[in-house]
Structure formats: structure tokens, C-alpha cells
């Protein structure tokens, strides 16, 4: 009986081939170690990106939900607000809501009468709009000779030493922009509504022409100017500067 022969090439290519097989590895050594360098270059980076990504849907929601600076292109709340101020608003001043939506989880009483609110344009639309709480449901409002009428009750205009003027509003005193001349009213406001007007009554769209604004419509109260930026650069005196 002739001895076997030995393996030709074939069959020890195909020996050498199942090698890593055998041994459990179906990669070869070169990729292995390319593929945990890839991986501990690329690792840290996915982490940090969703690190961002977490923060700026922490970021959105908080400004749907807790407070938001806004940017003021008119002088119709002018002298308290002026036209480049970005202001800040507290959005849980009246109630908690479902961020991005207008639901309330729970609300909180107010506004009151006094108060500066953002809200969103009765007359449907994006545009936000700042003005002061004039009078509440069920009280009624009148103007006459640049005079405003809560109930009856004539809100005195009162000028200071330094020529300024400032609007008694019940239990609110506040800065007074240019009068506005023209009768308006009496009307009474509807339940669950709001009338507002501008402080500087000559040059403000509200609730005269709007009409009153529905409670859910108010988005927060505005706390105080941030900073006042227009064309001319930055004005530091208007800087943190109490809305009241």
C-alpha cells in the first residue's frame, strides 16, 4: 500500500484561510484594532452630542414653560418699556403649562389689574404683544379727555417735579406715555377676558381696538428690561431695570 500524499497548495490555502475560524475570530487583526480605534474616537463625541442635544431640549422646554427674554420693536408701553428693549418674562406667574401647548397643568390667580402680561394677538397670528392690565371681568372701562374710568373711578394722571407722569391704577402707580384724547367706551369686559392697554395710550393698539384678550391667550408677566439694544448700540441705563 502506497503512502498518502502530501496536501498540495490548495488545500493548505484553504487550511490557512479556516485558521482564523477556528480560532474565533472573523476579523482580521488589522480591522479589530481600526475598529476600537474608530470606536474610542467616535464614542465621546456621540456622548457629548447628545449631551447637547439633551440641553437644548431642556433649554426649549424651559422656555415654553418658565421664562423667555423678548425682544420690543414699539413704543406703544413707552417710558416703561422703549422700542429695542428685550425684556423678561416669568411664564409660570399665572399658572403651570404643557410645554409647547397652551394647557394649563394647574393655574394660579391673576392677573391683576396693574399688571404688564405678554400675550398672544386675539386677532389670531404669531405675534406676541406686551401691554398693562387696565380692568378684569365684569368692571367696566371708559375714557374721556385722555382720562381712564375703572368702574367709575377716574385713575389719576399725576406730573412730577422732574416732568414725568405716572397713571394712578387703583393700587398701582405707574409711568404715563402721551394721552390719548379720544372718548372711548364705557364697555364692560366679558368673563374670562382682559383689557389692556399700552401705557403710552396716543400710540398703542389694544384692547380699544382688539378688543378684550381671553385669559388663555396670556402667556407670563414681564419682570424687568434685560438690556436695551437699538441702532444706536447698547443702552446700560436701561439694564435690569424693574417693569412695574
Not at 75 to 103: H, N
Request: net charge neutral; glycine share 10%; hydrophobic share 45%.
Amino acid at each position: 500500500m502506497s503512502e498518502p500524499s502530501s496536501p498540495g497548495p490548495a488545500v493548505e490555502v484553504a487550511t490557512a484561510c479556516l485558521q482564523p475560524v477556528k480560532a474565533g475570530l472573523f476579523v482580521p487583526r488589522s480591522d479589530r484594532a481600526f475598529a476600537r480605534r474608530a470606536y474610542r474616537t467616535v464614542a465621546p463625541l456621540g456622548r457629548s452630542l447628545l449631551k447637547v442635544l439633551a440641553a437644548l431640549v431642556i433649554l426649549t422646554l424651559g422656555r415654553s414653560t418658565l421664562a423667555d427674554q423678548y425682544h420690543v420693536p414699539t413704543g406703544s408701553m413707552w417710558p416703561t418699556i422703549a422700542p429695542g428693549d428685550r425684556i423678561l418674562v416669568d411664564k409660570v406667574a399665572y399658572g403651570v403649562r404643557v410645554p409647547l401647548t397652551d394647557r394649563y397643568l394647574f393655574e394660579r390667580s391673576g392677573p391683576s389689574a396693574g399688571d404688564v402680561v405678554l400675550f398672544a394677538d386675539p386677532r389670531g397670528g404669531s405675534t406676541l404683544l406686551v401691554k398693562r392690565v387696565i380692568a378684569l371681568p365684569g368692571q367696566t372701562v371708559m375714557l374721556r379727555r385722555g382720562l381712564l374710568y375703572v368702574d367709575g373711578a377716574a385713575q389719576a394722571i399725576e406730573q412730577l417735579g422732574d416732568g414725568t407722569r405716572v397713571e394712578h391704577l387703583g393700587s398701582v402707580t405707574h409711568a404715563a406715555g402721551e394721552p390719548d384724547l379720544a372718548a372711548f367706551g364705557p364697555v364692560v369686559v366679558p368673563p374670562d377676558h382682559l383689557f389692556v392697554m399700552g401705557d403710552n395710550r396716543a400710540a398703542s393698539l389694544d384692547s380699544r381696538a382688539m378688543g378684550a384678550v381671553p385669559r388663555e391667550l396670556v402667556r407670563g408677566r414681564v419682570l424687568s428690561v434685560v438690556y436695551h439694544h437699538d441702532a444706536e448700540g447698547f443702552d446700560l441705563s436701561r439694564a435690569l431695570l424693574s417693569v412695574d
